[in-house]
């Protein structure tokens, strides 16, 4: 049962700010201002949702969520999260108080949920001239400007107006404090945080969006890329994804790094402990976005709801590792300066990365299922002779149930000729795929030998030799792979149709929506 309390969802919303306010870097040397005569002096959004940690507890996810709503596309807060990877992060060092930071992973969760939300976009680097031109450009179109450490450390919040010919700036951060007026921010530039390699993140126009499938498949990749790389390149001090559950146990249990009369190593190590409640606790909504994904896939459904159901639990181990209202709350250093305690919170914190570890393993299997298809094999396919009952029309409009069960009610006049009693779907015709011409043959039947009179009502033919694209599916997946193989596959591998004939291999002991379907496409090199 999950269990997700709110003191301690507010109690990570506390934490958090107390993270951010003494997380922070130097100013550096202003630049000079631009003419931006174009655009009015002055211009501020209202309305634009508000950001917080006390409503979502990921920065550059929730500012993400507030501009959708506010332009009129809202979307979900879990599909961000899992689309950006923000959901299956973990990063893990000793002594870094930014573990928790989305910039750390590159452009990628950037570009991944921009993709899939179908949003072009341009990222605008930490300089002033350019800021203020882009953040003037963005406003004066109706659209907030996603912004990266104007208040506070490098994460996002949003920019809401510009006064003074963007000198001054106007907005919603995480780390603006109280009240329900956007922040005033004068020299904004001179004390932002440049640590996250950019300035802003401008939202543009609508673009084609991936499929669904797509989309999961990219993100799954993602995912078990951030889970399973232990030691990324571009954070050579950090330990990642799974492996750094065992890092987060192990450094709770050594007794020199929680030194009780330290205030300010203490204060340290419960920022550290912080950042990795505030990880476990987004596993909530990995498992969400995986539950979601599930109805678009529903060959990998098992999948993905049994990793959901094990990040929820993995998930809730936060509430036996972060139990205080406040971090202020003198309890906090007095339980992680006491030995037998951290090694208690240990224990969890291994439980939840075993949990995970089942979760991701999850994850690798609905992978490999989604795709299994999407990678044909090619073979070369001897000649044979199909043997069975003949329907033409638009396989679109095909009731294929209705031809099977013809040709089952035949099927004791063609098993005895049967070469290994599977069943064959052969398709004439299909080469004139996609054209406006869809009427084929289809034969529905089994290969069949020594035939020597072709009953009354049924119909032999001969499926030449071919070089083929194999592609494996499942009863249930059929019609989708069908679809991929010609609007997808086709327009992008190096091979054509060879205007041979399509098949459908069934084996004998199908019987069920999982059992394997085999699909040969008759190919030939592209001119």
Known sequence: MKIRCFNVIMAICLFLLFVFSVYSDQPINEEKNMDNTKFPSRQVLENIPRVGFNIHLCPFPGSLYAYLKYVGEPGDYDYIMGTTGAAFRRLWNRDDGGNIDLSYLGETPFKSVLDALGFEYQTIPAEKQAMIKSIMESINKGRPAISFGILGPPEAGIIAGYDKDGEILYGWSYFEGKGDKYYEKRDWFETMDKNAGKGLIIIGDKKQRPSDREILITSLKWAIDLERTANRPELPKHIDGLAAYEAWASGLEIDADYPKDNPKIMETRIMIHGDQCTMLEERHSAANYLRQMAKIAPEVADQLTSAAK???????????????????????????????????LAKYIREAGKKETQAVEYLEKALALLTKETEPKIAD??????????????????NFGEIWNQFMSRYTQVSPFSENKAYYGVYFGSHLFPKETRIVDMIAGMAVKNVKNTPDGLVAREVPAMRCAVFECTMKTVSQTWNYIYEKWFPESQYQHDDKPDIEYFPPDTSTPDSPVYIYIPIKAKL
């Open 310 to 344: 094990l990040y929820d639990e993995s998930a809730d181990q936060v509430n036996y590792l972060w139990k205080w209202g406040d971090y202020k709350d003198p309890k906090v250093s007095e339980v992680l300066s006491d030995h037998e305690t951290r090694f208690e």
């Open 381 to 398: 396919r001897e000649a044979f002779t199909v043997m069975g009952v003949l329907a033409q029309g638009d396989p679109g409009s095909m």
